[in-house]
């Protein structure tokens, strides 16, 4: 069965620091994995996805993702956080036999000024 | 349209009436999907959608609920009997193609509250 976890609920970060969103992922196929962002009262947004390739991809706002498939993970990074960043993050995964996308509970993102 | 269009916003009912919930996708986009969200929770499926027909409806709950999409472009969501556990944001995703790597652009939902 497909899973998505998201261990942390919460994050706090430092404006200006680096900052890190956890995600680990069980599929049984070749995975599809995303990243949303949903700020409050707004739909979900898309920031940034892994197809195949280079395991380091690139999104909106300055995000990137680590796909790592030994440790079935696709963590969430960004160099230097801004309080703009402020928000509800979640990961989800599909794989090549799905539509459907399965998400995690989501990780709330608080950056600090 | 520019982006995934959802109406109503908010929508309170009274336990056991019938709801109707619109979404209107990105248009060009043949796959729309519905997801049903709750407080604390990530996205849950519901149905999904290719050109007119359901491709999946795996995800809904029970037969109280029931999706169309009759001309491949707005879809409605149909809730019979509602009952107080149905309360969730109902979110609406389009796609240019469904499933596989294509990310879906989502509305912003309309948040349904049963009384």
């Known amino acids: 069965a497909q899973s998505v976890a998201q261990p942390e609920d919460q994050v706090n970060v430092a404006e200006g620091n680096p900052l890190t969103v956890k995600c680990t992922y069980s599929?049984?196929?070749?995975?599809?994995l995303f990243w949303y962002v949903q700020y409050p009262n707004r739909g979900l947004q898309f920031l940034l996805k892994?197809?195949?390739?280079d395991n380091l991809v690139k999104g909106s706002y300055g995000f990137e993702a680590e796909f790592n498939k030994s440790q079935t993970s696709f963590h969430l990074k960004k160099p230097s956080a801004l309080v703009s960043d402020s928000a509800l993050y979640f990961c989800?995964?599909?794989?090549?036999?799905?539509?459907?996308?399965?998400w995690g509970a989501g990780t709330k993102l608080i950056i600090k000024p | 349209g520019a982006g995934v269009s959802q109406t109503p916003s908010n929508k309170v009912t009274e336990k056991g009436k019938y709801v109707e919930l619109r979404c209107d996708p990105i248009?060009?986009?043949?796959?729309l999907y519905w997801y049903r969200q709750s407080l604390g929770q990530g996205p849950e499926f519901l149905i999904y959608?290719?050109?007119?027909?359901?491709?999946?409806d795996s995800g809904l709950p029970n037969d109280r609920f029931f999706a169309v999409r009759p001309e491949g472009s707005v879809s409605t969501l149909k809730i019979q009997r509602t009952e107080r556990g149905d309360s969730a944001v109902y979110l609406c995703?389009?796609?240019?193609?469904?499933?596989?790597?294509?990310?879906?652009?989502f509305g912003q939902g309309t948040r349904l509250t049963v009384v």
């Open positions: 995703a389009s796609s240019l193609i469904g499933g596989g790597a294509t990310e879906a652009f």
């Open positions: 248009s060009g986009h043949t796959a």
């Open positions: 959608f290719q050109g007119t027909g359901a491709a999946d």
């Open positions: 599929v049984s196929g070749n995975p599809y």
């Open positions: 892994y197809i195949t390739g």
């Open positions: 989800a995964v599909r794989d090549d036999s799905n539509y459907q996308l399965i």
